[in-house]
């Protein structure tokens, strides 16, 4: 069997240090970033009220809950922030409460996923596992996600994982845990659930200061409407129709974004996920330097780039029909 690469054979130790370096400046304009296009679009959507300019809202407030999830995501592996305190409550509170996340319990699953990833020990597999797709299978997996059909299953798998009844997961995959008393399983879900209560209430609040406390409800739709559309595409641009390898040269993507998918599907370099499999710990805004540095040196295998989202939605969807598509999924 061929040695998985690593980044020490593509990549000096000097290279690396420089490359793996966060910084507490950059994860704070990252945060801000967000947040500033969060108060933006609550802003617009305040001074021009509109059913065209409310499902506007809608797109960009899921495109930046997802950017919280990305920033959880990194605080997680601790390269949003040099300072420890600031990825573990900070980011906390700031990026992963707001969107019902909870950076220590993601971490936890989320380093499975890199251990194992594309085995059948990756607890992240069944995201990738059924693509290709035929095109109407995709087109009815993007419309419960819009309808919101998905979104309420999450909010109810998220309760359940938040009373501890079934294992914490990001995937639709369950494991039931041993049941406890009643009263155990309501402690846990008061615990879990208080940080998610707490965020949106200052959302809420906030709003309600400016008098525009309906604003919300452009969040909380977005919450089971558009951030499982963005969530479903990101996840599918990573690893679907990729080799089944241990390489994470073949068995994870990069995905190129332009300014809108930037906006609405790949913010804060989260698109350049090969490179972030094969040195887990580079900050975002390094990736473009380590993906640049990549491509120079010709490391980079045919299939391993897409230039953009359709083009990853449309090898997702290539299979033909009859072709053992199942129906249902």
Known sequence: MTRPTSANDLFSRNEIRALVAPSDAAGLAAVLTSWGIIALTFAALARFPHPATFAIAVAILGGRQLAL???MHDAAHGSLFRTRWLNE???DWACARPVWGDVARYRRH?????THTGTELDPDLCLAAPFPVTRASLGRKLLRDALGVT???RIL????????????????EIRRLSR???GEHLAAGARNVAGVLVTNAAILGTLALTGHAWVYAAWAVAFVTSFSVVVRVRSIAEHACTEASADALRNTRTTI???LERLLLSPHRVGYHLEHHLLMTVPYFRLPEMHRLLVERGALPGGAVARGYLEVLRQASSRAKGGGDDQKR
């Not at 798998?157 to 639709?172: F, K, N, Q, R």
């Open 89 to 91: 409550v900070f980011a």
């Open 151 to 153: 979104g309420v299953k």
């Open 180 to 182: 406890r008393p009643l």
């Open 69 to 71: 999830g990305v920033l």
């Open 257 to 259: 974004a332009g300014p």
């Open 110 to 114: 989320h380093l499975a996923h890199h």
């Open 157 to 172: 798998g998220l309760l359940a994982m938040d009373l501890e009844i079934i294992a914490y997961t990001v995937t639709p």
